[in-house]
């Protein structure tokens, strides 16, 4: 990762003398994630997009990280792969870049490129084998072509990482009020904003934690958030979790009794560290409600209210002694979420990627011939020889289809000359232009190919993967849920 300079001149000029206020984001050196070759962080947009990274090619990363949802997914706590469902709330991945300290409301995970490892590789997650992603990857003629220009050499799993990773960075939200304030921009900020970055210095004292040009000292604490009984209620989420801190090597009696997330001491098991969470960067919140590592509160009113009343009961004997009621009136509480709405800038949105198609890239990938001998080390591997083809069929074909157009859109094909056979019949019926939709006797239709999902096919068709359920509506008949797809089904394309 690039280096990053603090401008203190800058930032001193701009808060004053206020030792822990928060700075603008400017005050860090984006230059150097800003410079990242656009040809990796244009593959990192169709990587990020692209489903077929995880292990039933049902969930990318954007699933969890939608754009639509800041970046994250608007649930208390995420999804997960099929088969389990994430503890945790799914954070939004915008200014990663200049975060230093890791990853995970743990900040469990060194780098954006170790998360991007993890993320693939976690089984409640994406659950992809390293590869299985780089074979998927390979058979995908404008995969190969992007990998060889960039780096000379075929999609692997440590590329895949890297190129996501400058995706990451290139996704950065500076313009909020406060940034403008703070740049010397006059009215960019509210009076009641104003007012409330006083109390955030000052009588709130949230600038104790949520400090610096991040407004985070990406530090850990205990601040006492209630736990969310998703995870006590749901079965999946049990299992996940469970699951997880055996794999952690907790010890049955530990994991057992835990009836709660017990954060960063997933990561180190120390002690000391149960209950304490990274203190998150309180930049572009507008979007990404619910908050809190379970996703406990929707509103930023919520939030302040309780810090206000000094958190709740501690379990772990780890609270935070910086949480503590603070005597906040109404009028300083509504002032106090004025200033945290002023952290969050314009939407940053991103187009949903054009994905490519699989297509066997030419199998065998050698020219040679592996024979008994050659493996036993006695000849050389020689060149393949050409293997005759069965003689071709002379008889003539008229392969006109004959359709049977409305009933069951099926495509029935007649040889006309009922005496001829050929060893291969292949019909090809012009597709829509920039889709896959063949329209048949009136009817539109799209085949499933590997790695299609309904809402990759639903992006595809309408622009919007959330029709998938317009696609699942009109081919009912075929399929018991959304995700029974099987290549070479067939699908109806409604209108
Ligand atoms: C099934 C949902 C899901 C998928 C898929 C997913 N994530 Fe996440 N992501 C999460 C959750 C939940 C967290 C918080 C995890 C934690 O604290 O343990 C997270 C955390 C992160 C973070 C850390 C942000 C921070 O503030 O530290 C990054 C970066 C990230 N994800 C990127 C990715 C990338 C890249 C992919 C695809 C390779 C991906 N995620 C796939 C749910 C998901
Ligand atoms: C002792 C350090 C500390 C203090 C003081 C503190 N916070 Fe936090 N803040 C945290 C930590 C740690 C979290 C994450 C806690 C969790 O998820 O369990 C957090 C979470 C938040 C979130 C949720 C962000 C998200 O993305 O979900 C908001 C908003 C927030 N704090 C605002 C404030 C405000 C406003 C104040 C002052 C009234 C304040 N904080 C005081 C450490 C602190």
């Not at 952690?248 to 304490?276: F, H, I, S, W």
């Not at 006797?441 to 809402?455: E, H, K, M, S, W």
Request: proline share 6%; charged share 20%.
């Amino acid at each position: 990762m690039s280096t990053r300079t603090l401008s203190i001149a800058f930032a001193l000029t701009a808060i004053g003398t206020h030792a822990h206020a928060a700075e603008p984001l400017q005050a860090l050196d984006s230059a150097g994630l800003k410079q990242a070759d656009p040809a990796v962080v244009e593959l990192g947009h169709m990587l990020f997009f692209d489903p077929r990274l995880s292990g039933d090619a049902s969930t990318a990363c954007s699933d969890c990280h939608d754009p639509n949802y800041g970046w994250s997914d608007g649930s208390e706590l995420a999804r997960g792969y099929p088969g389990t469902k994430h503890w945790r709330n799914s954070q939004t991945v915008v200014n990663m870049g200049f975060m230093t300290e890791g990853f995970h409301w743990d900040s469990g995970l060194a780098s954006l490129s170790d998360q991007v490892h993890d993320a693939m590789g976690a089984g409640f997650v994406a659950n992809i084998d390293t590869v299985l992603a780089e074979e998927r990857l390979r058979q995908i003629p404008e995969y190969v072509e992007r990998f060889g220009s960039i780096w000379g050499e075929a999609p692997s799993q440590d590329k895949i990482a890297d190129a996501i990773a400058a995706y990451e960075q290139s996704l950065i939200s500076d313009d909020s009020p406060f940034d403008l304030h703070m740049s010397g921009q006059s009215n960019a900020m509210s009076a009641a904003a104003l007012r409330g970055m006083a109390l955030f210095d000052g009588k709130a004292n949230c600038s104790s934690c949520h400090n610096g040009a991040l407004i985070s000292d990406q530090k850990f604490y205990n601040t006492s958030v209630p736990p969310n009984v998703g995870l006590s209620e749901e079965p999946l989420r049990q299992v996940t979790f469970r699951y997880l801190m055996r794999l952690k090597g907790l010890e049955p009696a530990v994991y057992e009794a835990l009836d709660r997330d017990p954060g960063r001491y997933l990561a180190t098991q120390n002690p000391d560290d149960l209950g304490m969470f990274r203190t998150p960067p309180l930049r572009y919140l507008k979007y990404t409600a619910p908050y809190m590592h379970n996703g406990i509160f929707y509103s930023l009113d919520e939030v302040v209210e309780f810090y206000n009343i000094g958190g709740t009961q501690d379990v772990f004997g780890t609270k935070s002694p910086l949480i503590k009621p603070l005597g906040l009136t109404r009028d300083e509480k509504n002032d106090l979420v004025a200033f945290l709405e002023s952290l969050s800038g314009s939407e940053l949105t991103a187009d949903v990627p054009a994905l490519p198609d699989y297509e066997v890239q030419s199998f065998p990938a050698s020219n040679l011939q592996i024979t008994a001998a050659s493996l036993k080390g006695g000849t050389a591997l020689a060149p393949r020889k050409a293997v005759a083809e069965p003689a071709q069929s002379t008889g003539s074909l008229d392969l006109t289809p004959a359709v049977q157009t409305e009933s069951s859109g099926l495509l029935v094909m007649a040889p006309k000359d009922a005496g001829a056979t050929a060893s291969a019949i292949t019909v090809t019926v012009p597709a829509e232009p920039g889709t896959r939709v063949v329209t048949i006797g009136g009817q539109r239709f799209v085949t499933v190919q590997p790695g299609d999902t309904l809402g990759t096919l639903a992006k595809l068709i309408y622009g919007d993967g959330r029709q998938y359920q317009k696609l699942f509506n009109a081919n009912r008949d075929k399929m018991s849920n959304p995700n029974a797809l099987v290549t070479g089904m067939r699908l109806r394309v409604p209108d």
